[in-house]
């Protein structure tokens, strides 16, 4: 694991700009204030909006079968079963 370079207080404040644009691309700081660490700025993780077919073949490969039988099953076992009058109340 990489050391996060270190910059402080005053660093953050006056190179904002350059340094939240190094965060948008992957890196990460540690800042400090008179000599200690007070925190780390990470970029966040961003979530991928689609799994590459070939990724999903391969999952689908090593997947578990499902029962359509035990689902049903277990869907009558948490629904409700009877219908909601509203005119019963």
């Known amino acids: ?4 370079p270190e910059i402080t207080q005053r660093d953050l404040r006056n ?3 350059e ?4 965060v ?6 540690t800042v400090t204030r008179d000599g200690h660490r007070i925190g780390e700025l990470i970029p966040l993780r961003r979530r991928r909006r689609f ?3 070939g990724e ?5 490969r090593t997947a578990s079968d499902v029962s ?10 948490t629904a409700e079963q ?6 019963a109340r």
Request: net charge negative.
């Open 24 to 29: 948008e691309n992957g890196q990460s700081f």
């Open 56 to 60: 999903f073949a391969a999952m689908s």
């Open 68 to 77: 359509l039988e035990a689902f049903r099953d277990d869907q009558d076992a």
């Open 51 to 53: 799994v590459p077919r």
């Open 82 to 87: 009877e219908t909601d009058d509203p005119y």
């Open 19 to 22: 340094i939240m644009d190094a």
């Open 15 to 17: 190179r904002s700009r």
């Open 1 to 4: 694991m990489t050391a996060q």
